[in-house]
């Protein structure tokens, strides 16, 4: 972080602050792009249990990091009732490092627009503050008591915990002075604390334990304190600050335990905005958000338009929030459900009868289709503009899917024969891939991928290719031995029962909670998580609930130079 807004550092203090409620500051740029952290052996690789002993009492660090840009919008929109989504003006979120979404440092620029949102966020409530909407008071009957107590309830509900001492006094000078030295009106005055608090790091950053508790100590750990770990949950299931009910329970301490954190994990689940989230990991976790800059060759795809683009973003989107939450969230239908959710728009496209533009629950072929790996989003993705592409779809599911590693590639690796070479594309690939300086990378992703020969570069079901008929066929090392498939419908079916699968999910899970990449110190965490979704009637809620009560999201290592 470069530097911040000068008024928020007038305002509310330098960054400096923040070092006593939280942990590490961490670049962002040395952690590893996927799963498999340095805590645990990546399931794929030989084994799936803990590279040493883990440390039931060890948790990772809390880096402070700030508001992702769904996060900015959708706080703003329950804090303030706004919908123009003002942090799509952002800088991108999506950062090369890590495959989840996490704002990164801070420019100049970047101050520039938060400044500029927080002036027209304010302006625009300004409507709700004269009919009451945002106020706790009629100002009325005392405009500088009104004042005080706005200061306090918006302050706690934007800074997501209850303000300290010095930041009422400041926030309270502030006020004053927009009186007396500005000669505003109460309800431009209050408009202007709008405005300061939504530039403060306070609110743009996650450091929800004000500055003045003391911490916690539970051996060379900390314990998160309640208002922290409300934040913490909340934008884990949401991606959202926390409401009124979850700050409730902080105060009251019953987020100090696990159990208090798994009722109100329980409840936050049944809410709306849980779905939005599972969508949302789903989007990252496969990079689907870059679907629109997958172009393809309209010569060999004329009918692949913007339109289709939305329609197979839309058909994900619906899937898996309704097998997350309408179904049974068993990670064997993710994987393996013969059906998903069309509308006409696709309805050509998988050969079913679908009318209307509303993404409807259709059945399709379940020799051809099963789970989210076998729709058109993520074969369009993981597609060559031309063509099928075994070495992406292998290196997805390798990568994501089996939370293996790759080594980096070599710089002189030679392009397989393109199409007019002649044979399939499966051919081509095998013959490119006995190159020496191919085999160590390829050897692991392209047999894998070859189970996705039967679609073509949009997920267009097929069985022949350039003439010749597809060969699907394959094996790969799963669960300590090799499995063989005979397609996609094959391959997905072997996924789905991988306690290897279970393991990397559940990880994947837990670095999207955590926003970061994983620790020997989460070791424990992440095996508490893989044990509580282990059976094949575990839900990805069980899931979710599990992540919330495992030690690295409600404690934190000690940051350089703390004492226990």
């Excluded at 789903?282 to 692949?304: E, Q, V």
């Excluded at 289709?308 to 969230?329: C, H, I, R």
């Excluded at 490119?432 to 070859?450: L, Y």
């Excluded at 003439?467 to 072997?494: C, E, I, K, W």
Aim: proline share 6%; aromatic share 8%.
């Amino acid at each position: 972080m470069r530097r911040f807004c000068s008024a928020d550092v007038f305002l509310f203090g330098a960054l400096s602050m923040a070092l006593s409620c939280t942990g590490s500051i961490m670049d962002s740029s040395g952690e590893p792009s996927g799963g498999g952290g340095s805590g645990v052996t990546p399931p794929g690789s030989g084994g799936s249990g803990p590279s040493k002993p883990a440390d039931p009492n060890a948790a990772g660090p809390l880096p402070l990091q700030r508001l992702t840009n769904a996060e900015y919008n959708n706080t703003v929109h329950d804090l303030l009732g706004d919908n123009t989504q003002p942090a799509s003006q952002f800088a991108s979120d999506r950062l090369t490092t890590f495959e989840f979404r996490r704002a990164g440092d801070v420019a100049v620029q970047d101050a520039t627009l938060f400044r500029t949102a927080a002036e027209t966020l304010a302006a625009a409530a300004a409507p709700k503050l004269v009919n009451g909407m945002l106020l706790p008071c009629d100002p009325t009957t005392g405009e500088d008591a009104c004042a005080q107590k706005f200061i306090t309830t918006f302050g706690q509900r934007a800074f997501r915990r209850p303000l300290t001492t010095d930041e009422t006094t400041r926030l309270t000078t502030f006020y004053s002075n927009a009186r007396t030295s500005l000669k505003l009106s109460f309800t431009d005055a209050a408009g202007l604390l709008i405005e300061g608090m939504l530039q403060a790091p306070q609110f743009l950053y996650h450091w929800e334990a004000a500055p003045a508790d003391p911490l916690i100590h539970d051996g060379q750990v900390v314990r998160l304190g309640g208002y922290q770990v409300a934040s913490r949950l909340s934008y884990f299931i949401w991606g959202s600050m926390p409401d009124d009910d979850l700050l409730a329970a902080a105060a009251a301490g019953q987020l100090d335990t696990a159990a208090g954190v798994q009722t109100a994990a329980h409840r936050l689940l049944a809410d709306q905005k849980a779905k939005t989230t599972v969508s949302r990991f789903f989007t990252d976790w496969m990079a689907l958000d870059g679907l629109a800059d997958r172009t393809k060759d309209p010569t060999a795809y004329p009918n692949y338009t913007a339109a289709v683009q939305q329609a197979m973003l839309d058909e994900t989107t619906s899937f898996v929030q309704n097998v997350g939450f309408g179904g049974d969230g068993r990670l064997a239908t993710f994987l393996g459900a013969p059906y998903s959710f069309v509308n006409n728009t696709l309805a050509s496209y998988y050969g079913v009868q679908v009318s209307g533009a509303t993404p409807q629950k259709t059945d399709l072929n379940p020799a051809q289709r099963a789970g989210f790996l076998t729709q058109g989003s993520f074969l369009a993705m993981t597609g060559s503009p031309d063509g099928s592409n075994p070495v992406l779809r292998g290196k997805a599911v390798y990568t994501k899917v089996l939370c293996n590693v790759l080594p980096p590639p070599p710089n002189n690796v030679p392009a397989p024969k393109p199409a007019s070479a002649g044979g399939t594309t499966r051919q081509r690939f095998e013959e490119h891939d006995q190159n020496t300086c191919a085999k160590a990378c390829h050897a692991q992703m392209d047999p894998i991928g070859f189970a996705f020969e039967n679609y073509d570069g949009i997920g267009q079901y097929r069985t022949m290719d350039n003439g010749l008929p597809v060969d699907a066929t394959g094996a790969l090392l799963l669960d300590g031995s090799m499995q063989s498939f005979n397609d996609a419908v094959g391959l997905t079916g072997r996924l789905a029962k991988s306690n290897d699968v279970r393991i990397c999910f559940a990880g994947e899970w837990s670095r999207f909670a955590l926003t970061r990449a994983d620790t020997a110190a989460d070791a424990a965490s992440l095996q508490a998580t893989a044990k509580a979704f282990a059976t094949d009637s575990a839900s990805l809620q069980d899931l979710m609930a599990a992540i919330a009560t495992m030690r690295s999201f409600r404690f934190r290592s000690l940051s350089p130079g703390e004492m226990p």
